[in-house]
C-alpha cells in the first residue's frame, strides 16, 4: 500500500472514531464521522471556500505571522534572547492554528511548497522548546522577565491570563492535524514531549489548576487517540473536575470576573446548568467534556453538558447561530440577553459552537445538533470572513444603525488585529468542513449536511459510494445516487433540517410565523417514498444497488421569524430566513440606508439569484413601507418602497454602512435627533 492511501485510511479510521487500537479503548462515541478526506466537495459554494482558504487565506496568515514577529518570537526562544515583541502570551497559537488549518488543506489541495514551508517554521518551534517540553515563548525568550500576564514561575498564573495551557491546548491540535494529513511526527514529537511534561505537572497529588482559557482538555483527548497513552485522557479529565474545587473566587459576588463564571470555575462542571462566562472558552470546555464522558461513558458530565445544551438554545443564540452577546469578557449575558446593536458574537466562538454541536450530535444522533451545527456554519461563522479570503470580523454585529452626525461606529473587515485569535481559527476550521457530511452507526448512513459531492464509505465492509447532486443552499432539490460495490441492505437517514419542518431553532427561542408544517417529499428511484422520521432524519432502509437514486425537495419559501417575548430587544420585529440562511438588508441596496425600512405582516416576497452580486447570492425583493423625513427635517411618511436583502454571511464586502436584520413591522415610537453646535448627536 502507497504512502499516501496507507496515511488517508488511517486518518479516515481515527477521524471516524472507528479505530479502536490495542490498548483496548473501550467506550467512545457512538455515532463516527466520516473522514473529511472521503468527501470531495464539487459545489459553487463551499468548493471555491476552500480554495480561497487555501490560496489566500493561509498564505496571508502565515505572512502576518511573520510580519508581526510572532515567528520572530519563536526564533528568539530558540536563542534564549531578546524581547518578546508581540502584545498577547497566547500569539504563539497563531502559527499553531495556521499549520492546523494548512495541513488540513494539504490534505484537500496537496502543495509541496506550503509542506516545506510549514516543516521550516515547526524547525522554528522545536528549537524554541525547552528541554524538558515547556513550549511558551512569552517565558523561555527571558525567563527573568517573562509576559505581565505570566508570572515569575511556570503556571502560576495560569488560572487567570497566562494561557500557558491554552498554548499547549492548540499546539496538539495543530500536531494531530498535521500527523493525521502528512504522516510526519516533526511536530507532534514537540506536543508528545509537552504533554508528558504536563501530565507529570497537573493532576492528582500534583498541581490543582482548572485551565484559564479551555481547549487543552480537546487536545489531549486527541493526542490519546492517536497514542493510546492513558494519561492524556486521565489529564484531561483531571482538567474539567478541578473546575469550581480549589479556586477561591468571591462565590457571593455577581461580577463574573470575581466569582469565577468567566472561566467557567464558579462551581464544579457536573453542577453546571447554564452557559455562563467567555464564550469561546466555555465552548471549547464543553467539547472537551462530550469528548471525555464519550470516551469514559460519565454519565455526570453527559447530564451537564445536555443542560447547558439546552439553556445555549433556548436562551443564549442568535437569530444567525451567535453566541456570546456581551462585549465586556466576550461572554454569554443572562438568559434572553441578546441586544442586537452591542451583540459581540465573536467569529471563535462560532467556531467552537461547530466543535461542540458536531460533539453533541456524536453522543446523540439527533439532527437539532446539526440543525444548529448548520445555523451557525452558513451564517455566524463564514460572515467572519471576507468573499476574497483577506480580511475578517472579530464580532459579528446584528444592526448597524448610521447616527445623524454619521459618528456612529461601523464596523469594517480588518486583515488582522492585534489580538487575532479569529481570522487563524478560520483557516483551521473551514478545511475540516467535509467532515461533517456524514456519519456512521452500525449500519446506518447519516446524511447531515448538503454539499455537491462524492463520498466513499465503508458500510458493513462494503465499499458504498454515494454522489450528492444539488444547488444548497440556493435551492431545496437534493439528489443521492447511491452506488454500493455490491448490493446491500444498510438505513440512509437523511436529515430533514428543522427549518424544512417550520421549526425555527429546537427550542422556543424563534419562530415562523407560519405554523404549518409539511412533510418533505422524497423519491426513491422516481417513485414516492413512505419513510418515518427518527430524531430529525428520514430514515429509509433497503438493499441499496448500484446507481440507486434517492430525491428529497426541502421548501425553500421565504419565512418570516418572531423572538420569544423574552427576548425584549426583537419585539413587534421579524428577521428573514430563506432555507438555512438568515438575512438582512445592506445600505448599499437599499437607498444608502436600511434601518428606516418596516416588514409588515403582509408584506410579500420575491427571489431572484444574482450571479454579479456579492460572488452569487439569491436576494429577497418585497415592496414594504419605508420611512422618510423631508428636507426641512419637519415631516415624517412612510412611502412603498423596494427592500432588497442579502445573505448575512455576505454583508460588509462592499464598504461600511447601516446593515439591518430586525425589521420592525409597525411603527410603535420615534427618536427625535437634534444636533448641538459641535455637531453631536444628542437623544431625547
Aim: aromatic fraction near 12%; charge should be positive.
Amino acid at each position: 500500500m502507497k504512502k499516501s492511501t496507507l496515511i488517508k485510511a488511517t486518518l479516515a479510521l481515527i477521524f471516524s472514531g472507528a479505530l479502536v487500537p490495542s490498548y483496548a479503548q473501550q467506550k467512545d462515541y457512538p455515532f463516527h464521522a466520516v473522514n473529511f478526506t472521503s468527501v470531495k466537495f464539487t459545489d459553487n459554494f463551499w468548493l471555491p471556500r476552500l480554495r480561497i482558504n487555501h490560496t489566500a487565506t493561509i498564505p496571508a496568515s502565515f505572512e502576518r505571522c511573520e510580519n508581526t514577529g510572532r515567528v520572530k518570537n519563536f526564533e528568539m526562544a530558540a536563542s534564549r534572547s531578546g524581547k518578546f515583541c508581540t502584545t498577547f502570551p497566547f500569539d504563539d497559537t497563531d502559527i499553531y492554528k495556521t499549520i492546523e488549518g494548512a495541513s488540513f488543506s494539504l490534505s484537500l489541495f496537496p502543495d509541496k511548497k506550503l509542506e516545506s514551508y510549514i516543516d521550516g517554521l515547526i524547525t522554528k518551534v522545536a528549537n524554541a522548546q525547552e528541554p524538558d517540553g515547556y513550549l511558551y515563548t512569552a517565558r523561555t525568550i527571558d525567563p527573568s522577565h517573562p509576559h505581565a500576564w505570566a508570572g515569575l514561575q511556570r503556571w502560576e498564573k495560569e488560572r487567570e491570563l497566562s494561557h500557558e495551557l491554552y498554548n499547549s491546548g492548540h499546539l496538539y491540535e495543530a500536531a494531530a492535524a498535521h500527523y493525521y494529513a502528512t504522516g510526519k511526527k516533526n511536530l507532534l514529537n514537540i506536543a508528545l514531549k509537552n504533554a508528558d511534561l504536563v501530565c507529570s505537572v497537573f493532576g492528582e497529588g500534583k498541581k490543582h489548576v482548572a485551565p484559564g482559557h479551555e481547549i487543552v482538555e480537546m487536545g489531549l483527548v486527541k493526542l490519546y487517540r492517536i497514542t493510546g497513552k492513558k494519561e492524556y485522557l486521565v489529564t484531561a479529565k483531571d482538567f474539567i473536575d478541578e473546575r469550581g474545587r480549589y479556586a477561591k473566587y468571591d462565590k457571593s459576588s455577581s461580577d463574573p470576573w470575581k466569582n469565577g463564571a468567566y472561566w467557567q470555575d464558579n462551581k464544579p462542571v457536573t453542577e453546571q446548568k447554564e452557559a455562563i462566562g467567555h464564550a469561546v472558552r466555555a465552548a471549547y470546555l464543553y467539547s472537551g467534556v462530550a469528548d471525555v464522558a464519550a470516551l469514559t461513558g460519565n454519565k455526570a458530565y453527559l447530564e451537564a453538558v445536555d443542560s447547558i445544551w439546552e439553556n445555549t438554545v433556548s436562551k443564549k443564540m442568535y437569530v444567525q447561530g451567535g453566541i456570546g452577546a456581551v462585549p465586556s469578557g466576550e461572554r454569554f449575558g443572562d438568559n434572553y440577553e441578546l441586544p442586537n446593536t452591542t451583540a459581540y458574537n465573536e467569529t471563535c466562538a462560532a467556531i467552537a459552537n461547530v466543535y461542540w454541536n458536531h460533539r453533541m450530535f456524536l453522543l446523540h444522533g439527533d439532527s437539532k445538533y446539526m440543525d444548529i451545527l448548520e445555523k451557525s456554519l452558513y451564517n455566524g461563522l463564514i460572515s467572519g470572513v471576507a468573499l476574497d479570503g483577506k480580511s475578517f470580523f472579530y464580532s459579528n454585529a446584528m444592526q448597524i444603525k448610521h447616527s445623524f452626525s454619521h459618528s456612529a461606529m461601523e464596523p469594517e473587515r480588518a486583515g488582522w488585529f492585534e489580538c487575532s485569535c479569529c481570522p487563524t481559527n478560520m483557516t483551521r476550521l473551514l478545511p475540516s468542513i467535509p467532515g461533517y457530511v456524514y456519519a456512521q452507526k452500525d449500519q446506518d448512513v447519516y446524511v447531515n449536511l448538503f454539499v455537491k459531492s462524492n463520498a466513499t464509505l465503508n458500510v458493513k465492509g462494503n465499499s458504498v459510494s454515494i454522489e450528492q447532486q444539488n444547488n444548497y443552499p440556493w435551492q431545496g432539490a437534493l439528489r443521492f445516487i447511491i452506488s454500493p460495490k455490491s448490493s446491500s441492505s444498510f438505513g440512509m437517514k437523511i436529515r430533514i433540517p428543522g427549518w424544512a419542518r417550520n421549526e425555527a431553532m429546537p427550542s422556543d427561542l424563534y419562530r415562523f410565523t407560519n405554523n404549518v408544517p409539511s412533510k418533505v417529499e422524497i423519491r426513491v428511484n422516481g417513485k414516492s417514498q413512505d419513510y418515518k422520521i427518527e430524531k430529525g432524519y428520514a430514515y429509509i432502509n433497503r438493499t441499496w444497488k448500484k446507481g440507486d437514486v434517492i430525491d428529497v425537495n426541502l421548501p425553500m419559501d421565504v419565512q418570516k421569524v418572531v423572538a420569544n417575548e423574552k427576548v425584549k430587544e426583537d419585539m413587534g420585529k421579524v428577521a428573514l430566513q430563506r432555507g438555512p440562511l438568515v438575512y438582512c438588508a445592506e445600505w448599499v441596496d437599499n437607498n444608502g440606508k436600511a434601518s428606516n425600512m418596516l416588514v409588515p405582516a403582509e408584506a410579500a416576497f420575491q427571489t431572484e439569484f444574482r450571479p454579479d452580486l456579492l460572488n452569487g447570492v439569491i436576494i429577497i425583493k418585497a415592496k414594504v413601507p419605508v420611512i422618510e423625513i423631508d428636507a426641512k427635517g419637519q415631516n415624517v411618511t412612510t412611502v412603498q418602497k423596494d427592500l432588497t436583502a442579502i445573505p448575512y454571511y455576505s454583508w460588509a464586502n462592499r464598504g461600511k454602512g447601516e446593515m439591518l436584520i430586525w425589521f420592525p413591522q409597525q411603527i410603535k415610537d420615534l427618536d427625535v435627533i437634534t444636533a448641538d453646535v459641535g455637531d453631536k448627536s444628542v437623544r431625547k
